[in-house]
């Protein structure tokens, strides 16, 4: 059975940066997609981008120009980082996978974990 | 960006109850949509993808439908389990979300 599992700092500073990695145990990283999504009770659920085992990446517009993927397939995890944090980056942080084939269906999940951006 | 709109926010229902939930496509999306249920404290669940392909383990009681810009998840015969949050979610351009449907206890 495939697990994901965040981990990370819960609390960023305003302008700092959000660093999370998702550790994949069960199963390999290797021939599928791996995603961000976050979740505020605000803006509800929002895909941030997904990374491919081989490297390749695809981010939400919207976050394009703070976001970083990368993936480390020696280790089965891979990270995020979001630049130049601000309190509407307060949110519920989820890895996933994509469901074979797919870029952005997510049929296994990690159990998120939430990070606050505040001073 | 293509917006997602969930109709009704919120559903009371009962327990055998037939429960019917709409997503609308601000622009058509063919069949790439898909349904999460997502309880309270977890993760969202896949039950639906492709619009109406039932994900594997998830109970014959949900069913999807449509293509373009309407769809439906159907709940048959509502079991207390399925006391949730539902979300659509389109693959067609990016990916986006419904802002999800409550279906609670009447």
């Known amino acids: 059975q495939v697990q994901l599992q965040e981990s990370g700092p819960g609390l960023v500073k305003p302008s700092e940066t959000l660093t999370l990695t998702c550790t994949v145990s069960g199963g390999s990283i290797s021939s599928y997609y791996w995603s961000w999504i976050r979740q505020t009770p605000g803006k509800g659920l929002e895909w941030i981008g997904y990374i491919y085992y081989s490297g390749i990446t695809n981010y939400n517009p919207s976050l394009k120009s703070r976001v970083t993927i990368s993936i480390d397939t020696s280790k089965n995890q891979f990270s995020l980082k979001l630049i130049s944090v601000t309190a509407a980056d307060t949110a519920v942080y989820y890895c996933a996978r994509g469901r074979s084939g797919t870029f952005y269906i997510a049929d296994y999940w990690g159990q998120g974990s939430l990070v606050t951006v505040s001073s | 960006d293509i917006q997602m709109t969930q109709s009704p926010s919120t559903l009371s229902a009962s327990v055998g109850d037939r429960v019917t939930i709409t997503c609308r496509a601000s622009?058509?999306?063919?069949?790439?949509l898909a349904w999460y249920q997502q309880k309270p404290g977890k993760a969202p669940k896949l039950l639906i993808y492709e619009a109406s392909s039932l994900e594997s383990g998830v109970p014959s009681r949900f069913s999807g439908s449509g293509s373009g810009t309407e769809f439906t998840l159907t709940i048959s015969s509502l079991q207390p389990d399925d006391f949730a949050t539902y979300y659509c979610?389109?693959?067609?351009?990016?990916?986006?979300f419904g802002q999800g449907t409550k279906v609670e206890i009447k």
């Open positions: 979610q389109q693959s067609n351009s990016y990916s986006t």
């Open positions: 622009q058509t999306i063919s069949i790439w």
